[in-house]
């Protein structure tokens, strides 16, 4: 089982929807993806769908997204509009009037949580939400999840991006509930702009780095009484993940979509060396 997962795609940054950079680097994205010998089974989109929610946004998103021709399954990040998403995607994702909700993918089970509201930049998790997450990680019992959502549930460095401290309530409230479950083998996010991997409630948590620009990698805290110029937002490329359910655990990889010059191809001279020395089998 190979999930892909897609985050941050903020489609509609500019009034030309379509032609802004952030609709090509999905593009990108996708290329590379489609490209892959092992196409992913399903991909997760952990949020900021869209730069402002607008439905026009939505359409063009639902237009890319239908052709990519592998299931995808949407979360609502601190960009997105509910109101608007649910005009172009159907309320099927919602419950108690949050984007929640959990699909059987075969060996793991997808479930996907909402951390959003609409009025702050940062992560929030209630006791509406937790208490559907936690009745929804006890009906699976023991087959392996995975769990979705859009902000990291914690201090990631890049203070001015993340959650200020790992002891604001919605991540406590998170954290206990997560940490009742011993089925989540692996938490899913996106917000950061950045790949980055910690520990949460017992599990790993993995952030993927976005289609979108990124986040310059600088981990010196950021001052509100002095702009001392730093880089904020970078042209690197487009990113994405693939995370490898293997049976017992996850393993997780960043990629990222661009062009790159080959340093090295699999020819037939490679047969011997692949068999003999990294004991490829035949
Ligand atoms: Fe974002
Ligand atoms: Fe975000």
Known sequence: MLIAQITDLHIGTGDDIGAEDNYHRLLAVFARLKALKRQPD????TGDLTETGSVSAYKLLKKMLDRAEIEIFPCMGNHDLSAN??????????????????????PVQLVVTDTHDETIHGGDFCEVRARWLDETLS??????????????????????????????????????????????KRIISGHIHRPIVRQFAGTDCFVSSATAAEVHLELAPLSSSEADGRPLIVDEPAGFALHLWDGQQFVSHHGVAGDFDVILEYHERFRDVMRDVFHVPE
């Open 139 to 184: 009906d699976i019992g023991d087959k392996p999840v995975l769990l979705a959502l859009h902000h990291p549930p914690f201090v990631t460095g890049i203070d001015w991006m993340g959650a200020r401290e790992s002891d604001e309530p919605w991540v406590q409230m998170l954290d206990s509930v997560v940490r009742r479950h011993r089925n989540v």
């Open 85 to 106: 998403f649910k005009k172009v995607f159907g309320r099927m994702a919602f419950h108690d009037g949050f984007c929640q909700y959990t699909r059987d993918l075969g």
């Open 42 to 45: 399903y991909i997760v989109a």
